[in-house]
């Protein structure tokens, strides 16, 4: 809920102001001179300061200046009788946001406060999504799921991600680490489930030379090199119950011994774990630690998969065309927005992953600049049940032009119809980009 200090020195106009503006579900604060305003604004932190223009002592207007040299970037709206209107307006080209004269109209202040609020939430939204453009997407769950890293970043605690293989689980964890103040220090990443059960251990915690076949020197395991850092152990579910217990006990004592070694070295390390199953069910059946779970559960965090935020598809497919041209330093392709609709259909069982190496194959499989419908393989269009002989007069048309480098006479030929009734096609389209764009 968004707070709003009213300052006035008329207590009755103050009393009034809370209750209607406590009744449009704002948390409301007063002060009835300056001096207690100014402690009020440090301590409540208000989204909007109301204030009175003329009071004792203190101006609104040298109030406002006040705020502006203490850094409180509240929205102000400044009450005015008709004789102090100069004053307001040079409040606004000071940057105060609206005022309003007296008797106030209290359904126009209702629409300025709700307009100036929710610019506020506007430009929250925007600097959010700025902050974290390695995250792409415009889909609300996508904005939700990064809010989230935000709300969590600068905390020490343990995090689990929870989501689908490929749906993006180590980007996340990166975001975390990147955007805390561990940044400057080191974010190691271990695939749990491509290390052998006998060397895990050293892995995570490292050993002392001599302490089994094979160990000629002393070792530093993840752990050690993720001091002051942060550690990521993907998919934490296919570690042993034996090493789920080790584990639990250097979450707990914040330190560990390097296997060989009796020297238990102290550690401060954040942990974030992963995983593409169901941990809870896993716990329920006695594979996965209950005590380990709750502790790495501290903050879980949920990411959707691609069949939940379709409307992403097309953003996700540009971001990977221009990824991939820059890497390959090679022209950037187009999609047409037929194949991208077509895609759409689609369930992505392997998420952003599948979408991104799909994206790589089109753009080597196609033979001009532009992707179409006919350079999507027949695997994925056979799972949405569809028949390239089932064209729309629309893909159809774009189709022949595209292959006849918009020669409408050989395109014509390609379609096996006459010259006349392509026009008639063409001539249905004459406002549509795509059609327009190919013609000669």
Known sequence: MKKILIVDDKENILKVLKAILEAENYIVDYANDVNTAIKKAGSFNP????????????????????????????????????????????????????????????????????????????????????????????????????????????????????????????????ALHYHSQRRENNFVAVNCAALNHNIIESELFGHKRGAFTGAVKDKKGKFELADQGTLMLDEITEISLDTQSKLLRVLQEKQFERVGENKSIDIDVRVIATTN????????????????????????????????????????????????????????????????????????????????NLTERLIIISKSNDITLQDLPQDILEKINYDRDELTEKEKIINSLRKSKGNKTKAAKILGISRKTLYNWIKKYKDDREVSDLVE
Do not use: C
């Open 47 to 174: 989204d909007l300061i109301i204030s009175d223009i003329r009071m004792p002592k203190m101006s609104g207007l040298e109030f406002y200046e006040t705020m502006l040299k203490k850094n409180i970037k509240s929205k102000f709206i400044f009450m005015t009788a008709f004789g102090s209107i100069p004053m307001a307006v040079k409040a606004m080209k000071l940057g105060a946001s609206e005022f309003l004269t007296k008797p106030l109209d209290y359904d126009e202040l209702k629409i300025k406060i709700r307009n100036l609020i929710g610019q506020t939430e506007i430009d929250h939204k925007d600097e959010v999504r700025k902050k974290y453009k390695e995250i792409i997407g415009e889909n609300q769950t996508v904005y939700n799921l990064i809010e989230t890293i935000e709300m969590a970043a600068d905390y020490s605690s343990t995090v689990l991600i929870e989501g689908e293989s490929g749906s993006g689980k180590e980007l996340v964890a990166r």
């Open 277 to 356: 199953r169901d941990i809870k069910k896993m716990v329920e059946e006695d594979k996965f630690r209950s005590d380990l779970f709750y502790r790495l559960n501290v903050f879980p965090i949920k990411i959707p998969p691609l069949r939940k935020r379709k409307s992403d598809i097309s953003i996700l497919i540009d971001h990977f065309i221009k990824k991939i041209s820059k890497r390959e330093n090679i022209a950037q392709k187009r999609i047409s927005n037929e194949a991208v609709n077509l895609l759409k259909q689609y369930d992505w069982p392997g998420n952003i992953r599948e979408l991104e």
